[in-house]
């Protein structure tokens, strides 16, 4: 006998009452975690009843909208639980809609899993039913196969929507300052800082950078909306594990298309210096990009997916970020742990520089103990980046004062040595906070003492060097200019920079005192055998008068010769010498004519008559003092034998 025929005429009537109050709009809406309460003598429909005509719960139920709700759907509620009894055989649409999967509906979808968990809920709930149990096994069963489409639905999304960045793209989320001048970083064309970028530093610190959108904000709710029945079905481990394959594969081909690449420290020690100083340019700027742009983007991402779910979040963004993190650490643990040289000095404090800039955002963006290895990382290459740093500095002087190149300086001028070191030094002063916090790093005191302590003794280490360097001239003169130009050099270098500040006033007078000892030696040692030329012995007593008694013509001639042979060679090799600073070029100049006209004057004043009176006088009168004088003006010029005079 049918089933509905033993029911009585008043359950009939109880049927059709549930099914007016299936639409009826004045029903107040009933949330998913509140099921009323249902008397012991009443029993719910089978569960395929139940999944055909039970209307899905409104989308403002949910956490997040999906999309905008129809006002009708407000007015949707459960129906009140039917009297003990049974139904008919149903058609099964919701059991269908779930077989099939969510590719035709998501959202759709979603509802209807949302909805077989309040029907699970409420039969677990409530034990005085009959059906209970197999309702809720039944349920169950229908939710795993539900929640294995939802997990490769979550899979073809984050696949679809999980594509690397373009570095253009990167690029116009950095500050305008920080762009690159065309396109991304090319070889050779270094994107980190310069030296002149520190006095700009202040500026940069108040720049706004623009996350780039990783994700299409419309499926940021799907993605939530998926993890969260997952979560709730116990299959966390594979969230993690599906989001982990999708974000650390986009995340670490947007760093590859940057240009980042994983070297180690024997690839590093092959590269040739101008390549490799490119490549630290640049890596200063991808550590920059992924901090500040990628890895910040990358957590918000996985914060909005997983928001509610902290130990999920955390676990995520470490294992999407973590090979990424050390690819790009890598690079720079290479640099710190290849040779030593003093060029790269300053690369090494740029390291430091941009490690020290982005530690406070790494504290942040991995501060959960999932990041605890990247972080230590971070924190341990910063560490032995100054560490590298300080022991290069403190090398450099032993480098420049045992330097031993055999480049010749033939013509006395400053030697690259001299430049390369004072340089050097100009260069520090543009990394002069960096310094300052390197050596507090390490607890030495007064970093301003420790920066003065080590540049006074760099330049102690230099003139040592250049007085090695000035014994290879075999002309005593030349020894002597070469020393005067090179403390000069160094002298007004220090005056026009910073440096003096850190030397002191009493550095400069010193050494100002040695470039004039230097060029009083070489006027003594280059002039004064030429001058003993301009004087007779034995006619000393009359040096000041006109009288020439006691003198023969022959002995006169034999002076303006030897005279004008020593001078001529003294003007061939010295004007091939070097005085590269014009001040000091006149002034050096200026005190050999001092020196020499008044004595050639009064010679050819006492002495010239007793010549020119005779035979062919110009043979030993060969230049007048204006000659000598225009003559003196071509010293120091560094021209060559060969070259016109100018």
Not at 157 to 176: A, G, T, V
Not at 237 to 249: C, D, F, H, K, P
Not at 524 to 545: M, P
């Amino acid at each position: 006998m049918p089933l509905r025929s033993s029911l009585p005429a008043s359950h009939h009537r109880h049927i059709s009452r549930y099914r007016l109050q299936f639409t009826a709009p004045r029903t107040p809406p009933l949330s998913l975690g509140v099921v009323a309460p249902a008397a012991p003598s009443l029993l719910l429909p089978s569960l395929p009843l139940l999944l055909s005509d039970l209307p899905p719960p409104p989308l403002c139920m949910h956490r997040r909208r999906l999309r905008p709700l129809r006002a009708s759907c407000c007015r949707r509620s459960f129906p009140a639980p039917l009297q003990r009894g049974s139904l008919p055989p149903h058609r099964l649409p919701r059991e269908a809609k779930i077989l099939r999967g969510p590719h035709e509906d998501l959202e759709s979808y979603l509802q209807a899993v949302e909805q077989l968990r309040g029907v699970i809920q409420f039969f677990t709930g409530n034990k005085n039913f009959k059906s209970g149990i197999g309702i809720v096994s039944q349920a169950n069963n229908l939710l795993g196969k539900a929640i294995l489409k939802l997990e490769e639905e979550f899979r073809q999304l984050l696949s679809l929507y999980s594509k690397p960045i373009e570095p253009d793209l990167l690029f116009d989320c950095l500050p305008n300052s920080m762009r690159p001048s065309s396109g991304s970083p090319r070889e050779g064309e270094p994107a980190g800082k310069k030296p002149s970028d520190h006095h700009n530093k202040s500026s940069a610190e108040t720049v706004v950078y623009q996350l780039p959108t990783l994700v299409p904000p419309r499926i940021m709710p799907l993605l939530q909306e998926i993890s969260k029945q997952m979560v709730q079905a116990g299959h966390q481990q594979q969230v993690a594990i599906l989001y982990r394959e999708a974000r650390s594969t986009a995340v670490e081909q947007t760093l590859k298309k940057l240009g980042v690449e994983k070297l180690g420290k024997d690839e590093v020690q092959k590269m040739q210096w101008e390549v490799l100083e490119a490549k630290i340019g640049n890596w200063i700027h991808f550590m920059r990009i992924a901090v500040k742009l990628l890895f910040t983007a990358e957590k918000k991402v996985c914060d909005d997916i997983f928001q509610t779910y902290d130990s999920l979040k955390d676990q995520c963004f470490a294992e999407v970020t973590g090979t990424s993190v050390i690819t790009l650490l890598s690079f720079g643990d290479a640099i710190a742990r290849s040779k030593k040289s003093p060029e790269k000095l300053f690369v090494l404090l740029d390291m430091y520089e941009i490690m020290r800039e982005l530690q406070p955002e790494m504290e942040v963006i991995f501060g959960s103990k999932y990041s605890t290895e990247m972080r230590e990382a971070f924190t341990a290459l910063t560490k032995k980046l100054a560490k590298t740093a300080k022991k290069t500095f403190a090398e450099f002087e032993e480098a420049v004062e045992k330097d031993c190149t055999k480049t010749a300086v033939l013509d006395g001028t400053v030697h690259p040595l001299t430049s390369y070191v004072i340089n050097y030094v100009k260069f520090l002063f543009d990394y002069h906070s960096t310094l300052q916090q390197l050596f507090k790093e390490f607890g030495e005191g007064d970093s301003e003492q420790q920066l003065a302590f080590i540049t006074t003794k760099i330049m102690q280490a230099l003139q040592t060097n250049l007085e090695v360097k000035s014994k290879q001239y075999k002309d005593a003169a030349l020894t002597q200019l070469f020393l005067m130009n090179n403390i000069h050099y160094i002298v007004r270098s220090v005056r026009r920079s910073e440096a003096k500040d850190l030397l002191g006033d009493d550095w400069v007078q010193i050494h100002r005192r040695v470039v004039q000892q230097h060029a009083n030696q070489y006027k003594r040692i280059a002039w004064s055998k030429i001058l003993q030329t301009l004087t007779i012995q034995g006619a000393h007593s009359a040096v000041d008068s006109n009288s020439t008694a006691g003198v023969s013509r022959v002995t006169v001639k034999d002076r303006f010769k030897t005279f004008n042979t020593a001078f001529e060679e003294i003007h061939q090799r010295q004007s091939q010498w070097t005085v590269p600073d014009s001040e000091l070029r006149e002034s050096l100049r200026l005190a050999v004519a001092e020196v020499l006209l008044p004595a050639y004057r009064s010679f050819i004043r006492r002495f010239g008559p007793m010549i020119e009176g005779g035979k062919n006088p110009t043979k030993y009168i060969r230049y007048t003092p204006e000659d000598l004088e225009r003559m003196l003006a071509e010293f120091f010029e560094g021209k060559m034998w060969n070259e016109p005079k100018r």
